[in-house]
């Protein structure tokens, strides 16, 4: 009987220690730093993002939840020394909901694989697999994204 007793005891701290990290991993994915996504809010009708934490050469990646739904996009300063806007998310793949990651000064797809300059993505790369535009400008030091423009990409997520 102790055995039982004992065995049983067992399992219940292995599941809820199972538990625990469980929910220790899809917390660390919503705190920021710890996910691929950092939050943003609007402000004003605009997302406003400090140029000094996007000038690293590093793909930088946000997400906007709206009205339920979220959206997210990324900010990367090219080898051509701008910042280049884009959801992360493209006409073709975006069903995958995969995205991009940076190898470089290469943006990937993570469903086709298929490579793209950062100093290449903006308005002039439209269609397909090119990450999807997303309008930007700048005051004084921050990079600006208009609400509308962002909810313009919402159905790629």
């Known amino acids: 009987m102790e055995f039982v007793t004992s065995k049983r005891a067992l399992w ?3 599941v809820l220690t199972a538990l625990l990290v469980g929910v220790a991993c899809v917390g ?11 939050r943003v809010k ?8 400090p140029l000094a934490k996007v000038s690293d050469g590093k793909a930088h990646f946000y997400k906007l939840t709206d009205s339920g739904k ?3 996009f990324f900010v990367v300063k090219g080898a051509d020394g701008a910042i280049h806007t884009a959801f992360d998310s493209c ?3 975006f069903k995958e ?25 903006g308005p002039h790369a439209a269609g397909g697999c090119n990450p999807s535009y997303l309008a930007s400008g700048t ?3 921050s990079i600006v994204i208009k609400a509308a423009d962002l909810k313009a990409g919402c ?3």
């Open 12 to 14: 219940v701290a292995v």
């Open 28 to 38: 660390a994915f919503e705190l920021p730093g710890l996910g691929k996504y950092q």
């Open 42 to 49: 609007l402000v004003n009708g605009v997302v406003s993002i």
């Open 70 to 72: 979220e959206v997210g």
């Open 91 to 93: 006409d073709v793949c």
């Open 97 to 121: 909901k995969k995205g991009y990651t940076q190898q470089g000064d290469f943006m990937v797809c993570k469903n086709c694989n298929q490579r793209f300059a950062t100093n290449r993505i």
């Open 139 to 141: 005051e004084g030091e």
């Open 155 to 157: 159905k790629y997520f």
